[in-house]
């Protein structure tokens, strides 16, 4: 006998994805309504989302939170809870059954009165969880209903208004980010620091309460914290040293040392485009 699945639809975006999205669609077998969203691929992703029976939906991609919120217009999903994943990331059993306690079974539906929920993930590289290193648990706003949320674009990603009422899951998706390769790894943080670059020089990215240094809640604290870093001198370098040490990444092994290396090459990405992107405003003002 199947184990009960929960009434949630499940959207997969995708660009480039025919070395992920298998694993990622065997996590979704619990689901009877599965999507792919592609942002235009040249690869075999579409063919292999078909061969699954699949639908494909496509859409150029222009921001996370754009493509969130294209797909919650345009995508005919059958239950109004969403789940997003990326194509590297993945459900684990564990998820699936508290999304079970959350929403019932399909054929005896909860009702949920918030507008989303707050997920964790556990950061895979090498075939080592980086629980130090990341941080963990870091939260994303992935469970959604579909008639109460909208994204913001927020840097090189997205986030729920002020006003949404969240709800926070405890169990986590697993998300391999780095297996496409460095050399995919470091094409893609190239453009995510332009975007976290251009939304600390003419957006809000650089700018932090103090207030919010001191709540309780872990992810006010952790965006306060990042972007009172921005003023911070030898900002890699000291992303780098937390990572190993006020982290203690260092318990997590051999990965930590390649995982906190790639950070600080981002965080020296994102630095340096945010002086060249002042110095280009500041001599357009003169």
């Given amino acids: ?33 599965v999507h792919v969203l592609d942002s235009g691929s040249t690869d075999r992703t579409a063919e292999i989302a078909e061969a699954a029976g699949v639908p494909v939906h496509v859409n150029a991609f222009e921001s996370f939170g754009k493509q969130r919120n294209w797909a919650t217009d345009h995508i005919p999903t059958q239950h109004p809870w969403v789940f997003h994943l990326d194509a590297d990331e993945r459900f684990t059993p564990e998820l699936v059954a508290e999304l079970v306690t959350l929403f019932g079974a399909r054929d005896q539906p909860h009702h949920q009165p918030l ?21 963990y648990p870091v939260y994303q706003v992935r469970l959604f209903h579909t008639q109460r949320m909208r994204f913001v674009d927020h840097g090189h990603g997205q986030r729920e208004p002020d006003d949404a009422k969240l709800g926070t899951l405890q169990e986590p998706y697993l998300h391999e980010a780095y297996r496409r390769g460095v050399f995919d790894w470091v094409q893609r943080h190239n453009h995510h620091s332009q975007r976290e670059a251009e939304a600390v020089v003419f957006g809000d990215g650089g700018n932090a309460r103090i207030a919010d240094l001191f709540t309780a809640d872990r992810t006010t604290r952790r965006r306060a914290l990042k972007a009172l870093s921005y003023r911070l001198p030898g900002r890699p370098w000291l ?4 990572t190993l040490f006020l982290q203690r990444g260092l318990l997590d092994g051999k990965a930590a040392f390649t995982y906190a290396n790639l950070m600080r090459l981002y965080d020296q990405m994102t630095v340096t485009k945010i002086k060249v992107l002042k110095a280009g405003w500041k001599a357009a003002d003169e």
């Fill in 115 to 135: 507008d989303a929920f707050r997920c964790p993930h556990k950061m895979l590289l090498m075939g080592t969880w980086l629980k130090r290193s990341e941080g």
């Fill in 239 to 242: 992303r780098w040293a937390s």
């Fill in 1 to 33: 006998m199947l184990p009960p699945a929960p009434p949630v639809s499940v959207v997969i975006l995708t660009l480039d994805e025919e070395v992920n999205l298998p694993d990622c669609l065997d996590s979704c077998a619990w689901c009877d309504d």
